[in-house]
């Protein structure tokens, strides 16, 4: 294992561990030791990485609160409270976000369907602009304070920098903002629909969100809504257990894809 200390791969591993097992090493150059975490964001985290992961995924994945991942870990004789449970989302949910947004880039469709919906910050009503593809698949999700031009603008040009490419049809509801925004940021060869109807689907997708936010009563700061809302947006389509609307997926296959991929993402995290 490298130093990350002074980069050298000349180093020797010890026989003693760290007290959560987890191996040491002495650089033979800059004479420092070090263990598997050392020069990770998880150096001083008191408990071991696959908890921490574990924690952050029912965090973003189910209807529980702080509190309730607390008390969950208290039989494993585990004992932080949910002030830990937040510090933790800290870390890990940006190392998903980047990892997942790089992974799935050029893979959205063509045809995109846009919406906004809100999500309360500090008592204040924010809005969560998102957009998936024809087939369900997530383009990208973007947390505003305000609802207009400015933001629809922000939310297009950062859609087509995830995803790598400008779509040829996108569907929005009634809103003012998005014919400009669409034309000035995709381009004037893009085709706008604008109709309820048509957008219904990106309306149900926010049964996501909403299913998941409302639990915990709002957010403390704008900040930690961007970040859970995106993080959340991106665990949820990697995920989902269907790659076309419709397609049925037999149960048994759902939960291998479930166990593969939440390896995946483990091993992504223990190696950050």
Not at 51 to 64: A, E, K, S
Not at 96 to 104: C, N, S
Not at 236 to 262: A, C, I, K
Request: net charge positive; hydrophobic share 35%.
């Amino acid at each position: 294992m490298p130093c990350p200390y002074c980069g050298s791969a000349t180093t020797q591993e010890q026989a003693k561990r760290t007290s959560l097992g987890y191996r040491t090493f002495r650089c033979v150059v800059c004479r420092r030791r070090f263990n598997e975490r050392s020069g990770t964001p998880f150096n001083d985290v008191s408990v071991p990485t696959d908890i921490v992961f574990l924690v952050i995924l029912w965090r973003l994945c189910y209807p529980l609160s702080l509190r309730h991942l607390a008390e969950m870990f208290l039989d494993r004789g585990l004992v932080f409270n949910h002030e830990t449970v937040r510090s933790w989302e800290a870390l890990v949910a940006p190392l998903l976000t980047e990892y997942l947004r790089a992974r799935r880039r050029g893979k959205a469709g063509l045809r995109w369907h846009a919406d906004e919906t809100y999500v309360k910050v500090h008592g204040v009503w924010c809005y969560l602009y998102r957009a998936i593809d024809a087939d369900g698949n997530l383009v990208d999700s973007l947390l505003s304070s305000h609802r207009d031009m400015a933001a629809a603008k922000r939310f297009f040009a950062r859609s087509v920098e995830v995803v790598g490419h400008i779509p040829e049809k996108v569907t929005t509801d009634g809103h003012d903002a998005y014919p400009r925004a669409i034309r000035e940021t995709l381009g004037e060869d893009v085709v706008h629909r604008c109709s309820h109807y048509m957008n219904n689907r990106i309306e149900q997708d926010h049964r996501g969100i909403k299913g998941r936010y409302h639990p915990m009563r709002g957010f403390g700061t704008f900040h930690s809504a961007a970040r859970f809302c995106s993080a959340h947006a991106e665990v949820r389509d990697y995920f989902r257990h269907r790659t076309r609307m419709d397609e049925v997926v037999p149960l048994g296959v759902q939960r291998e894809q479930f166990r593969v991929r939440s390896a995946e993402l483990r091993a992504m995290v223990k190696a950050a």
